[in-house]
């Protein structure tokens, strides 16, 4: 679909210092319009420009408040399209309801298909998300989806910041296959987690798969949640004789104590990106790097109809 019209980037509540960084990087202002809430608490949205026959990018994660942020979304998108904008693109850096992607016990949903459907439903002409939870959630849309990932982004951080004696360490057998590209690129050694509950009431029991003794270990996945896992795995390494222990994910949603449960583990440092804002949540442990050049290169590319395979390196 060849667009005529400019670019313009708007945001909602969820993330909008991403939102202006990207600005930044495309040299133009965040687009004007209220994102108040009325006193009972609905979203009161109203574009505050001319969008008509605009090239128009939202960029609202989905992060916690999922269902808040999602319904910004939904209703952004649905003004736009009401507002004669010539395509409208979701920009999620963060696709909640991720996990919620396949019937894996009896009786319950898969979210993630739900909530594809409710974009495209609301207008979205094309998605740009970054390492989703599962990649087949591309398949459960009927638009084009721009799938990115930060690799490339915490590569050059480690590149600039190298590390002796590296191994790379998969918390869980199903990260495997991230986890061996990450140790690719960083000319790496490469470990996983094996993770059993031999019975119930028990506690998990963590079974490293290679050689950590002595070497410098980085956890890797893509997505952080209450923390316990990544923790366990860290003391699981830490017991195995591992010198130091990093981990890196994308998106850090660090619900409830897991700041707290971050504090107090065997991890050195804990190297994530902004696609989720961690408004005064941070710690000294914590390093956060930035999307934005990517999501910025990649909207150029849309904008302008060329290739952003580049990206997907």
């Known amino acids: 679909m060849s667009v005529t019209g400019s670019i313009k980037i708007f945001s909602g509540n969820a993330n909008r210092a991403l939102a202006e960084e990207i600005c930044g990087h495309l040299q133009c202002d965040l687009g004007k319009a209220s994102t108040d809430r009325f006193s009972d608490g609905e979203f009161n949205f109203q574009i505050g420009e001319n969008v008509r026959g605009a090239d128009v990018f939202i960029v609202q994660p989905t992060c916690p408040p999922t269902d808040r942020n999602l319904m910004e979304l939904l209703i952004m998108m649905d003004t736009f399209v009401r507002a004669s904008a010539e395509r409208v693109t979701a920009v999620i850096p963060y696709f909640g309801y991720a996990r919620s992607d396949k019937k894996d016990r009896p009786r319950v949903p898969i979210a993630a298909k739900l909530v594809a459907n409710l974009i495209t439903k609301a207008g979205a002409q094309r998605v740009l998300t970054v390492d989703l939870h599962a990649s087949q959630i591309q398949g459960f849309f009927d638009i084009p989806v721009d799938h990115l990932y930060a690799a490339p982004i915490v590569v050059?951080?480690?590149?600039?910041?190298?590390?002796?004696?590296?191994?790379?360490?998969?918390?869980?057998?199903?990260?495997?296959?991230?986890?061996?590209?990450?140790?690719?690129?960083?000319?790496?050694?490469?470990?996983?987690?094996?993770?059993?509950?031999?019975?119930?009431?028990?506690?998990?029991?963590?079974?490293?798969?290679?050689?950590?003794?002595?070497?410098?270990?980085?956890?890797?996945?893509?997505?952080?949640?209450?923390?316990?896992?990544?923790?366990?795995?860290?003391?699981?390494?830490?017991?195995?004789?591992?010198?130091?222990?990093?981990?890196?994910?994308?998106?850090?949603?660090?619900?409830?104590?897991?700041?707290?449960?971050?504090?107090?583990?065997?991890?050195?440092?804990?190297?994530?990106?902004?696609?989720?804002?961690?408004?005064?949540?941070?710690?000294?442990?914590?390093?956060?790097?930035?999307?934005?050049?990517?999501?910025?290169?990649?909207?150029?590319?849309?904008h302008d109809e060329t290739s952003v395979s580049s990206l997907f390196i």
């Open 156 to 302: 050059d951080y480690f590149k600039n910041n190298p590390i002796e004696n590296l191994i790379v360490v998969a918390p869980d057998t199903g990260g495997a296959e991230r986890a061996r590209a990450y140790a690719k690129r960083l000319d790496a050694g490469l470990a996983l987690c094996d993770k059993r509950r031999e019975r119930a009431n028990e506690a998990d029991v963590m079974n490293i798969v290679g050689d950590v003794s002595g070497k410098n270990c980085l956890i890797v996945d893509d997505m952080c949640d209450t923390g316990g896992t990544i923790c366990k795995v860290a003391a699981a390494l830490h017991e195995a004789g591992a010198n130091e222990v990093r981990a890196v994910f994308t998106h850090a949603v660090l619900s409830g104590s897991a700041i707290e449960k971050i504090e107090r583990s065997h991890l050195k440092s804990v190297i994530v990106t902004n696609t989720i804002p961690l408004v005064e949540r941070s710690n000294n442990k914590i390093v956060v790097l930035s999307v934005a050049p990517l999501l910025a290169s990649a909207i150029r590319s849309i």
